[in-house]
């Protein structure tokens, strides 16, 4: 597996009757399988649904549900983005006018920024990289909350 989202093998977690400890020696003390032709999962029974109408709309379908969900990953780092940033402004700006170092709302400043950035790279359809920068925004954010 290579742990991208696109991939839909997933691994054989249950161990056989042979491979267990412990396992019946004979077949009586077995117990039953399933039919080989039951789906074991969803995404089984769908890929046969899926076998039954071939035809040109399956690479459609499937372009069009994985322009669906780089949609949702996208606005979803803008907004994320955009959440931490103001959320890191308005800390900064409540630490300025107070009592605390000065490390303390640069530290807030520099990581709003840094989930400033996170939202413009999801925008451009960045969204791993946007993920990055909003945890090392929220970060650099939580080191300004240890100074104070």
Avoid at 40 to 69: I, K, N, R, T
Avoid at 94 to 105: E, F, H, I, Q, Y
């Amino acid at each position: 597996m290579s742990g991208r989202p696109d991939s839909d093998l997933t691994p054989d977690t249950q161990t056989s009757p042979d491979t267990a400890e412990g396992a019946p020696e004979t077949t009586e003390d077995a117990p039953e399988r399933a039919p080989e032709d039951a789906p074991e999962d969803l995404s089984e029974a769908d890929d046969e649904h899926d076998d039954e109408h071939d035809g040109e709309h399956d690479g459609e379908h499937d372009g069009d549900l994985l322009e669906e969900q780089a949609r949702r990953a996208r606005w979803a780092a803008v907004g994320t983005g955009i959440v931490l940033a103001l959320a890191g402004t308005a800390a900064a700006l409540l630490r300025v006018s107070g009592t605390a170092p000065a490390l303390v709302p640069v530290a807030y400043a520099c990581g709003a920024a840094v989930c400033a950035l996170a939202a413009v790279l999801g925008a451009r359809g960045r969204t791993r990289r946007a993920l990055w920068a909003a945890v090392a925004g929220v970060m650099i954010m939580a080191l300004g909350d240890q100074f104070d």
